[in-house]
């Protein structure tokens, strides 16, 4: 099955995912970044408290438990985008509105390592289908949010999320977490 995947052609996603790919491309191998990732979260985040995890860098912004949330959300959304894309279904699938699933998911209410959990066991069932796809069906193209997309693509759009609001909370969060 997969051992490697390519990198897409610019017209395999929206331009709008351009910053994701390119983040997962200079992963250099995309399989080998999935898992490391979930070792990424719980080393910059395992060891915050829940009081600390809803911090919040604005009054507009998300707390650190609301953007794990949102990755589990877009992980959930892009595997689904995945699965039906890689089996060669053809019918156009629908976008979301993030801001949305965030407000009514509640993340907030839920602890930190409930939250890291759930995208850790998803990340990781997600790994398993990937690693059992083979070429061909990595290679297929589909309609998301009203634009091609490969499988590819969103293999690395995923590697690539991920990467990118880890930066984020690198940069804007962590380092203006209260220390207790």
Not at 113 to 121: K, M, R
């Amino acid at each position: 099955m997969t051992t490697q995947i390519q990198a897409p052609a610019s017209d395999e996603y929206a331009s709008f995912y351009s910053d994701y790919v390119q983040r997962a491309i200079s992963r250099i191998d995309v399989i080998a970044a999935l898992p490391l990732q979930i070792d990424e979260i719980i080393s910059a985040l395992g060891h915050l408290t829940d009081e600390q995890a809803r911090f919040k860098f604005g009054p507009a912004e998300w707390s650190i438990k609301e953007v794990i949330g949102h990755l589990t959300d877009v992980e959930r959304v892009f595997s689904y985008r995945l699965l039906r894309i890689s089996r060669n279904d053809q019918i156009p699938l629908p976008g979301f509105e993030q801001d949305d699933y965030v407000r009514e998911a509640g993340f907030d209410n839920s602890s930190l390592s409930d939250l890291i959990n759930e995208f850790e066991l998803l990340r990781r069932a997600n790994i398993l289908a990937i690693k059992n796809m083979s070429n061909e069906s990595v290679s297929r193209l589909g309609t998301a949010s009203g634009a091609t997309v490969s499988a590819r693509a969103l293999i690395h759009m995923m590697v690539g999320h991920v990467e990118h609001h880890m930066a984020c909370l690198h940069e804007k969060y962590l380092p203006n977490v209260k220390q207790f």
